[in-house]
T-cell receptor
């Protein structure tokens, strides 16, 4: 049973617009959530995180929202840039800093 | 420069021939783990280590072994590789457990077992 779900395999957005990537989870014990970005032939790189005690975290163009009651989080990228084109993985952990459970990823394509 | 280094980056091998993928980190991180990435399945954890001489199974440990004899190294061992272990493998480290810190990933090892 998949504990972290990214139901959209792909997303296409025009440059300058908002990109919204969604993630759902089933395990209410998760207390830390992260987004990773991955380019081809590279390892995933950390993008932004949020603790379960918060509902929003912002870092420049990237904002993560957490809705615990719905077991849902989303990543907003505003404005989207062509360099944002990559695979985005949502991840969660029960004990922060240890085993990460990843979603299957969403491929974002930003066209200029 | 803080690094997680995996070797080799690419490997083609035959079924049954033992191989080791090395992972080394220069950040003195406590926690290290191995993931495999497969199309449509995302990243799945194989094994992890909370510290030296402490290892445990992740979600997909079958067919793999690990060891953590020193803090900086965490090799992944395939005693008898099979074609279903063809995958992209990533080593990851975390500075410490229990804190809100992210994992740092190596660049990956693409393994093909024929």
């Amino acid at each position: 049973d998949q504990q972290v779900k990214q139901n959209s395999p792909s997303l296409s957005v025009q440059e300058g617009r908002i990109s919204i990537l969604n993630c759902d989870y089933t395990n209410s014990m998760f207390d830390y959530f992260l987004w990773y970005k991955k380019y081809p032939a590279e390892g995933p790189t950390f993008l932004i995180s949020i603790s379960s005690i918060k509902d929003k975290n912002e870092d420049g163009r990237f904002t993560v929202f957490l809705n615990k009651s719905a077991k849902h989080l989303s990543l907003h990228i505003v404005p989207s840039q062509p360099g944002d084109s990559a695979v985005y993985f949502c991840a969660a952990s029960i004990q922060a800093g240890t085993a990460l459970i990843f979603g299957k990823g969403t491929t974002l394509s930003v066209s200029s | 420069e803080a690094q997680v280094t995996q070797n080799p980056r690419y490997l083609i091998t035959v079924t049954g021939k033992k191989l080791t993928v090395t992972c080394s980190q220069n950040m003195n991180h406590e926690y290290m783990s191995w993931y495999r990435q497969d199309p449509g399945l995302g990243l799945r954890q194989i094994y992890y280590s909370m510290n030296v001489e402490v290892t445990d199974k992740g979600d997909v440990p079958e067919g793999y072994k690990v060891s953590r004899k020193e803090k900086r190294n965490f090799p992944l061992i395939l005693e008898s590789p099979s074609p279903n272990q063809t995958s992209l493998y990533f080593c990851a480290t975390v500075p410490r457990t229990g804190g809100n810190t992210e994992a740092f990933f190596g660049q990956g090892t693409r393994l093909t077992v024929v």
